[in-house]
């Protein structure tokens, strides 16, 4: 099989290698035959080596965990051969022509005409694990920082969970013209508009009740969500940190009583199925999402045009074996 390989900081090369098995692993293991994946914010640093101090060459098949395949061979009992599922590789090493991972870390695929937008279950599931750990938002004011695909969706979810308003924040116009699509009430971009002032002004003064931050990567933004935050609101850090350590504004948390939540990952075995409903029954419309297609052979150029954002990229998804669909 095929399985790409990160040999240096953006350079990405194909090997050949076998097939792997089952064979000797513990647990409930599954053999999962990649249809498409798509590329997430998070497999960005091992490509670039900019962030965890990355070492190179990368394991083989890293980085994709967004995916969608059909089961070759199985030991769990909620799975059997040729059942299709979205399903999350260990270690994100899902960059190759088969994954293995463990049957709790799967989900049956729905029937659907559009199975390409079933891929983002897998990021709408860590959306709605968060989503559970939020108050009850109806009426009330939610600022989301960062409009990449993970911002885009929470617009979304916490419109149809009653927010009053929902207020994108973004560098980027063309993410901020999908924003109103996926829901968002106010967009505000940020190099233009400075947002204390706009959220000051939408809330009188107030300050949002909800601060979602979906940028990460560096400390500024969960500092400005602080910022946004009324007294005894809440604060959510969604977006990936690049180092164990941040400078936070400890002393401002504390004197305006602010709730932190942190939140990484799905509960796969609810939130996966959950989110695989919303999108086949339309209760979350995810299709302006992904823009651009490219086969497996060009992952590179799918490394490359994310990174860069050319041609205005939300989501890119890597075709390796769509051809039944």
């Not at 076998?18 to 914010?41: R, S, W």
């Not at 560098?171 to 829901?183: F, H, N, S």
């Amino acid at each position: 099989m095929k399985a790409a390989q990160i040999v240096a900081p953006r350079q990405l090369e194909f090997v050949e290698t076998p097939i792997p098995t089952l064979d000797g692993l513990p647990g409930e293991p599954i053999l999962v035959k990649l249809h498409a994946g798509v590329l997430c914010a998070s497999d960005f640093p091992r490509w670039t080596g900019g962030e965890f101090n990355v070492a190179f060459p990368r394991p083989l098949g890293d980085s994709l965990h967004e995916c969608v395949g059909e089961i070759v061979a199985s030991r769990s009992p909620r799975f059997r051969e040729g059942d299709l599922v979205l399903a999350i590789p260990y270690d994100q090493r899902g960059l190759t022509e088969y994954f293995v991972t463990e049957g709790n870390m799967a989900a049956s695929l729905p029937s659907f005409p559009q199975r390409e937008l079933l891929i983002l279950g897998q990021p709408l599931g860590t959306i709605l694990w968060a989503a559970r750990k939020l108050p009850n938002l109806l009426d009330q004011d939610v600022v989301v920082i960062g409009q990449g695909p993970i911002g885009l969706m929470f617009d979304h979810l916490l419109a149809n969970m009653g927010a009053r308003r929902v207020i994108a924040l973004d560098k980027i116009d063309y993410r901020l013209e999908t924003a109103r699509r996926m829901k968002a009430t106010h967009t505000v971009n940020v190099d233009r508009d400075d947002p204390r002032a706009v959220i000051a002004d939408l809330t009188s003064g107030r300050g949002a009740d909800v601060v979602i931050e979906a940028v990460g990567h560096q400390p500024e933004t969960i500092n400005l969500a602080i910022d946004l935050c009324r007294k005894e609101g809440t604060a959510l850090m969604f977006g990936v940190p690049a180092e164990e350590h941040y400078p936070l504004a400890v002393w401002q948390l504390m004197l305006k009583n602010i709730r932190l939540i942190a939140s990484i990952h799905p509960w796969v075995e609810r939130d996966l199925p959950l989110a695989l409903d919303m999108i086949t029954q339309g209760r979350i419309d995810v299709s302006p999402l992904i823009t651009h297609r490219l086969p497996f052979a060009d992952a590179q150029a799918a490394f490359e045009m994310a990174v860069a954002r050319r041609d205005n990229p939300i989501k890119i998804l890597i075709d390796v074996d769509t051809s039944s669909w």
